[in-house]
Each structure stands twice: as C-alpha cells, then as structure tokens.
C-alpha cells in the first residue's frame, strides 16, 4: 500500500507560478499511474492531469492545457506539478492520486490518496 504526501502549494498572486510535489513511500512508485486533481469549496474534485508509470504519456484538463506540466521521478518517488500563469480560479486543495489502473480521470479509479495542499490564488 502506497502512502501520498503532497507539498508546495500556498498562496500567490494571479500570473504567478507554484510546484507541487508528491512523495509516496510504501510502495513500488513506478507501478502506479499517477494525477493530480482538485477540489475548490463547494465543487466536486475534479481531474488536473495524469502521468503514466514511465512519464511518457500525459494527459491534463482542457482548463489547465498549456499552463501546467506534470511530471515524475521514479527513482526520486515523486511527481510534480509545474502551475504557471495561475488564475485565481485555480484555487483548490489539491490532491496526488495513484492508480494500478490504465490511464484515467475518473476520480474512482484512483485507489491511493494524499491529504492535499492548499492553493490560492489572488486577483
């Protein structure tokens, strides 16, 4: 069973930019497809981006295409998120998810779940 620690958010104004991390521990990271996703007050969680065990296949919502960048380390056990040009309809806690499953932005095919980082955005 994988444990998911995520890091890196807080609060910056619109145009900035953020790194969120995501160490697991407990588990063979390179086994697991991983994401991101996100969940503002009020909304339901909500897909971000996903990477594949090896990095080389990603996917992202159409909301963030172009403004962040996934990636992994497996030999570091840790994904990334890259957040630039942010807007202040990117805050959400965000959470790292892993998956034994293919490719997916459905929340029910992620089996592992950090506790999340907070994220704000200001105008």
């Known amino acids: 069973q994988v444990q998911l620690v995520e890091s890196g958010g807080g609060l910056v104004q619109a145009g900035g930019s953020l790194r969120l991390s995501c160490v697991a521990s407990?588990?063979?990271?390179?086994?697991?497809?991983m994401a991101w996703f996100r969940q503002a007050p009020g909304k339901e969680r909500e897909f971000v981006s996903a990477?594949?065990?090896?990095?080389?296949?990603?996917e992202y919502a159409d909301s963030v295409k172009g403004r962040f960048t996934i990636s992994r380390d497996n030999a570091k056990n840790t994904m990334y998120l890259q957040m630039n040009s942010l807007k202040p309809e990117d805050t959400a806690l965000y959470y790292c998810?892993?998956?034994?499953?293919?490719?997916?932005?459905?929340?029910?095919?992620?089996?592992?779940w950090g506790q999340g980082t907070q994220v704000t955005v200001s105008s």
């Open positions: 990477i594949s065990w090896g990095g080389g296949s990603t």
């Open positions: 407990g588990g063979s990271f390179r086994n697991y497809l």
């Open positions: 998810a892993a998956s034994t499953r293919g490719m997916s932005r459905d929340v029910l095919a992620y089996r592992y």
